[in-house]
């Protein structure tokens, strides 16, 4: 089995499509299509009837902590049971998340994605400090190409993007009612709240905008730009009046305090030094007013850099945010069964059809050839997960006058003396998967 360290096990077509892609690939009987068909139905309905299950466990673990809540609540939950329930939604948040084929996202790679520049050359800097809990998952890394003017020319370049980008914070508690150094001073974000969000079309070295503690400064340039015209427009003023700061320090002690503090002083300036020295006043002022001048204008630069960036923000958590909150989960639980069915798909109809026994390794690596040889994708196909959810479908397949108590439930996946993978046919898989949904529930 290979592993490709540049491909993802995100399958980028609908679990609608990978039916009918396998149905043209023309190795399913005539008469079996239909039956194909029915199966990946029912299976498609039970999948989401299961995962229905965990978006509920979510939402009533999420309930407590939901800043966008609506609804009063008849129990007062204690410490304990609020610090068991976050680490249920934090968990359960990474767990369905991993189901739909994102991968989580470090912070030693959110750090190195923070120090690239991103289309707007400023400094960020994130504090995760100020977090209680950070989870940030992504799906989807592409190359996309952005359009943007430079200099009155067009230019066009690529961008490292992630398609799709799911994070979880938990803001810290404040300690005896007043903000720290280091915690986070938005009022809009209460530290007893789970805040949660799904976005799209992120650049990679733009994903500290969905932070709601990014803080910017100048960049080494910016600095630069500031300071190395300041000390080459200082150097010559100060070699210019250095040799007569006597001089000078004379000359305004005469005009501000008249000629006796002068000779009091024992300086030298009488009126003709002043009137000498008035040209080089007024030019070292000059040369003080135009370097402050470029130097406004340089600070501007960055005011206006800093406006473009605020904007930047804006339009990502307005045009590319999905979701937020509780409607995450909705969302991510419908990517999940996406994916889930589709790996399943995927699995039974390679078994199905192979002619051959397959060892998971060799259905695996079946998979990312059939997907690459005939659609052109490329992806590092998760074996393990829709091997152990077939093993895990289980139910009866019952024959004519044969009793139910006397019949043992079977999976719908097995493995022979040789490790390798054995599905039920059509007929079968269809009728234990049916005796599963007849037996859902057991209120009668």
């Known amino acids: ?17 990978i039916i009918e892609l396998c149905i043209k690939d023309g190795k399913l009987p005539e008469y079996s299509l239909q039956k194909f068909r029915d199966f990946c139905s029912i299976l498609l309905a039970y999948y989401h009837f299961k995962l229905h299950k965990t978006l509920e466990i979510l939402k009533k ?20 049971e609020l610090a068991t329930m976050k680490t249920k939604v934090v968990q359960s948040f990474a767990e369905i998340l991993e189901k739909g084929n994102y991968y989580p996202i470090s912070k030693a790679s959110l750090e190195r994605a923070f120090q690239e520049m991103s289309l707007i050359e400023l400094k960020t800097d994130i504090d995760f400090d100020d977090f209680e809990e950070m989870v940030c998952y992504c799906r989807g890394d592409i190359y996309q ?64 905008f969905l932070f709601p503690n990014v803080k910017i400064s100048m960049t080494l340039k910016d600095r630069l730009m500031l300071v190395v015209p300041a000390i080459g427009a200082a150097v010559p003023i100060a070699l210019k009046i250095l040799p007569q700061l006597l001089l000078i320090i004379g000359v305004i002690v005469f005009l501000v305090f008249g000629p006796s503090s002068v000779e009091q002083l ?25 370097l402050g001048g470029f130097c406004f204008k340089q600070y501007s630069q960055y005011k206006t850099k800093q406006i473009k960036f605020q904007k930047q923000v804006t ?18 639980v419908d990517d999940a069964e996406e994916e889930e069915c589709k790996e399943i798909i995927l ?29 052109d994708t490329k992806i590092d196909f998760d074996i393990n997960g829709p091997l152990n959810n077939l093993t895990k479908i289980q ?27 054995q599905v039920l046919p059509l007929d079968d898989a269809k009728q234990l998967i049916d005796y599963i949904w007849d037996n859902a529930f057991h209120y009668a």
């Open 1 to 17: 089995m290979t592993v490709y360290q540049d491909r993802e096990a995100f399958i980028p077509y609908s679990r609608r499509d």
């Open 61 to 80: 673990n999420y309930a407590p902590f939901n800043p966008d809540a609506n609804t009063k609540y008849i129990v007062d939950y204690s410490d304990s």
């Open 145 to 208: 190409t952005y359009s943007f003017k430079r200099f009155f020319r067009k230019i066009e370049k690529k961008i490292d993007i992630f398609e799709r980008v799911a994070l979880l914070i938990k803001c810290k508690e404040k300690k005896d009612g007043h903000t720290s150094d280091n915690s986070l001073e938005d009022p809009h974000l209460i530290p007893s709240k789970i805040y949660i969000s799904l976005y799209k079309n992120i650049p990679k070295n733009d994903i500290e």
């Open 266 to 290: 024992k300086l030298r300036a009488n009126p003709e030094d002043v009137k000498n020295m008035t040209g080089l006043l007024l030019a070292s002022l000059s040369l003080l007013v135009t």
């Open 315 to 332: 339009e990502t958590l307005f045009f590319k945010n999905i979701a937020n909150n509780a409607g995450v989960f909705q969302t991510l």
């Open 347 to 375: 699995v039974y109809y390679h078994l199905l059809t192979s002619n051959t026994s397959l060892t998971p390794e060799q259905l695996d690596d079946k998979i990312e050839v059939w997907m690459e040889e005939n659609f």
């Open 395 to 421: 139910g009866k397949i019952l024959r004519d006058g044969e009793d139910e108590d006397e019949v043992s439930e079977i999976p719908l996946l097995t493995y022979d003396e040789n490790g390798c993978c």
